[in-house]
């Protein structure tokens, strides 16, 4: 009896998002939704339905890139390599991260609203 | 009666200095041209008062301490033993619930930037680093434009592509040179500070004010450290062109900080407006 929790409708849409860029990873050169599809353990499949709104939406993320296919149809391949995807995501986690640590000081420091006026005021009294 | 008149003193001293001090600094226009006397006055006062505080409780468990072998020492008269009792052991009990107090908000502080740490050490391992003049510099490939410090045990200043894109060789040296001197003067130590005790006194004015002014002093510091070394204009641009990108309006008002500075102190018949715009 299949384990409910392993079926595609269960895993969240992060999970297969990431599936699916593993899967063109792994491809290493442009596949379509079916060879994409065609990855994915046996029972653990998602419909070509599921497969092609994933793309779309990463598509539109900028995370893929889609191009006409030879024979009707569309490709995808990864915009990033996986690589440069797992830097992308510890830069942004870091980044995101600046705002809870007072130790990281950045560029474009978060000035408070009143110094910013306070600011502005005595460079027109100047 | 001297000494209980002292540490009547030190504690008035300290409250003055600690909770009133902050009204003071907060205001006038003499801080944004004098940012580092502004946040050396702010932390004097601070230091000065915790110092205050921690000389008056001395010398009332001193004066408690010894009174017995003084028959005519500090603890005759009521008022003055009272002084000297309340303050002691009061001051005690204070110190003991401030040190669980500031453990207490401490350590997630302190858990925060561990991980940081760690966050930081993985992108450096995976990008190349320069050397800049004692502090390494990492281009990490990112769509937003961006350049933060990171202390040691890190000491590092992170640059993304977006803003090596954005900016010409010298503007981005200003940059650079902004957050090498966060990592020099150890801002992000005095910034933590300035955290922990609001953290720990989150209803006093002074905590916030504290906390506020040195997070705004800090960069106006850092502005000027970089204006000094790369000039004004290359400054200014740089905080120009960021403002933009990260539509934050403070940037422009940076930058125009800087080019009144200049103008200050260029010889009168130099003195233009100078146009600071954005390249490109």
Known sequence: ?126 | MAVAVTVLACIGASLVLIVGAPFVLAHGRWRFRFPRLALASWYTAFLGGIAAAALGLVNSMAAVAFSRDAPTGPMGGWFASTVLVVVGWGGLVAVGGLVALVTTRFEPLAATDRALHQQMALVAACHPSTRVRGVDVTVVPFDRAFAMSIPAPSNRVLVTTALERALTAVELAAVVEHERTHLRQHHGVIAQLAQLNRACTPGLAGARYLERTTRMLVELIADDAAARRLGAVHTANALVKMAHLAEDESLTLRARRLVDASNRHAPSRRRSPLAVRVQG
């Open chain 1, 1 to 126: 009896m299949t384990d409910k929790s392993d079926t595609p409708a269960k895993r969240s849409r992060g999970e297969l998002e990431n599936e699916v860029m593993r899967a063109l990873w792994r491809a290493g050169a442009p596949a379509s939704a079916k060879e994409i599809q065609a990855t994915f353990e046996h029972d653990a499949t998602p419909a070509i339905t599921t497969v092609l709104t994933i793309l779309d939406r990463l598509h539109k993320k900028g995370s893929v890139f889609k191009a006409p296919a030879a024979g009707g149809g569309f490709v995808f391949s990864a915009a990033q390599s996986e690589s440069e995807s797992a830097a992308s995501t510890m830069v942004s986690a870091l980044v995101a991260s600046s705002d809870r640590s007072a130790a990281l000081l950045r560029f474009a420091g978060q000035l408070d609203p009143r110094d910013v006026e306070a600011l502005r005021a005595a460079l027109e009294a100047d």
